[in-house]
């Protein structure tokens, strides 16, 4: 069974500068998560979605991040214009969608904002 | 808000005992618990999860216990191995069923010869 895709791994821009990041869930998984992971600290949720709609983004910076999963499948997140301190890895994790299942996790994409 | 505390120091042991790693968390008890093993560059891996209406669950060298009292979660491995080392992150689910995962910090674990 294939696994969570995400690209680019890595990413290097300059502030203000725009990025968009890739997510392809394990196949038939509804439920599709993006979670930013800063250095040092634990992954923290940006986005959820089940389906093609969403069910949290409380945590998204919203001036600056958006995401969408068309189709209910692939999903993309984009930051515009990047920040320094968006420098994290952004990890995509999906799930069967039932309420206590287990995630998979991509390899996460790396971002560094000079 | 909900807070969870996991020991930021790393945890250095010799192999073949056991570690310990401690997940404690604030306010109301989740309706249950993940942990998840991560290595260096690579996404989190799922270990076990338990209930909180499970005290204990094994699998294989694994061992989580889970106590709502106390407010917190014990991550054992047995007979540790230098391939153990990386940091594990323990998950709690605040929303009641929602599947909305809130990640500790996580630990560090090196495991030495």
């Known amino acids: 069974e294939a696994g969570v895709a995400q690209s680019p791994r890595y990413k290097i821009i300059e502030k203000r500068q725009s990025v968009a990041f890739w997510c392809n869930p394990i196949s038939g998984h509804a439920t599709l998560y993006w979670y930013q992971q800063i250095l040092g600290q634990g992954p923290k949720l940006l986005i959820q979605f089940q389906n093609n709609g969403v069910v949290d983004d409380s945590q998204l910076p919203k001036d600056r991040f958006s995401a969408e999963r068309l189709k209910g499948v692939d999903s993309t997140l984009k930051i515009q214009p990047a920040k320094l301190e968006d420098s994290a890895v952004y990890l995509c994790?999906?799930?069967?969608?039932?309420?206590?299942?287990?995630?998979?996790f991509g390899e996460g994409s790396r971002l560094t904002v000079l | 808000s909900q807070k969870i505390e996991q020991n930021s120091e790393a945890l250095n042991i010799q192999e073949g005992k056991t570690a310990t790693l401690t997940c404690n968390y604030t306010n109301y008890s989740p309706a249950y618990l993940q942990w998840y093993r991560q290595d260096p560059g690579r996404g989190p891996v799922f270990l076990l999860l338990i209930r909180e209406n499970e005290k204990e669950k094994r699998k294989e060298r694994l061992k989580v216990t889970f106590d709502t009292t106390l407010k917190q979660s014990l991550f054992h491995i047995t007979a540790s191995q230098p391939a153990d080392s990386a940091t594990y992150l323990c998950?709690?689910?605040?929303?009641?069923?929602?599947?909305?995962?809130?990640f500790g910090t996580g630990t560090q674990l090196k495991v030495e010869l």
């Open positions: 994790a999906s799930s069967s969608g039932t309420n206590t299942g287990e995630l998979f």
């Open positions: 998950a709690l689910d605040f929303t009641g069923g929602g599947n909305k995962l809130t």
